[in-house]
Every structure is written in C-alpha cells, then in structure tokens.
C-alpha cells in the first residue's frame, strides 16, 4: 500500500484527495467504505468517484458495487508518490533557507552588542 506524505496545510488538494481514494479502494472497497476512509462528505465522494473513474484510475464491478483501482490509478499513486517525496525535500530547502535569513537578519539587528 501506498503512504502518501501529507503538507502541513489544513485542507487537503484535489490530488491529495484523489490519491486518498485510490489508496483505499486498491483491494476493492464500496463507497462507503471509501467515504469514511478518505474522510469524504457524500457529495464529495460521489463528485470525486465520477471524477476518477471518468479518467480511468478507478473501475467499479456494478454487480457488486466494489471500486477498484485500475493500473493507471497505480500508476499514479506511485508519481504523486515521488511528488510528494519532491515537495518534502524542496520544504527542507526552504526551511534551510529561512533559518539562514532568520540569522542574517539577527546579525544585523546585533550590531549594537558587538561593539561592546
């Protein structure tokens, strides 16, 4: 199964939604099943299934009313995957950076105690 790094951010992307949903239904699940592991209202759920198989990452077995993540739907689990894994590692440039703006900026305002 896929573990997908989650930002820090309070909502969640389209994407992160989507792959929220494929990384459920991969052994099959029914829509509700999908609904409370994704954390999705119903509206959302019905809005994203239609979206998802539309694009063909997910199938549904009608008789049974199981969703299936298709091939493409792995595949793209496993690209948002190194995407997310792209995102973490540009957080820890950025958190790099800052600090090292955060010292510059302290090393101007310390002037004054240098000189004692």
């Not at 992160?16 to 119903?42: F, W």
Request: hydrophobic share 35%; charged share 35%; net charge positive.
């Amino acid at each position: 199964m896929v573990q997908v790094v989650r930002n820090n951010s309070k909502y969640r992307s389209r994407l992160q939604i989507i792959a929220d949903i494929l990384i459920v239904a991969e052994d099959g699940a029914k829509k509700t099943r999908i609904m409370y592991q994704a954390n999705l209202s119903y509206d959302l759920l019905k809005r994203y299934l239609a979206e998802t198989l539309e694009a063909d990452l997910i199938s549904v077995d009608k008789d049974k009313k199981i969703y299936v993540t298709t091939g493409k739907g792995k595949v793209f689990l496993k690209k948002y995957e190194e995407y997310c894994d792209r995102c973490a590692q540009l957080e820890e440039h950025f958190e790099g950076a800052r600090k090292d703006e955060l010292l510059l900026q302290k090393m101007c305002s310390n002037t004054s105690d240098e000189k004692k």
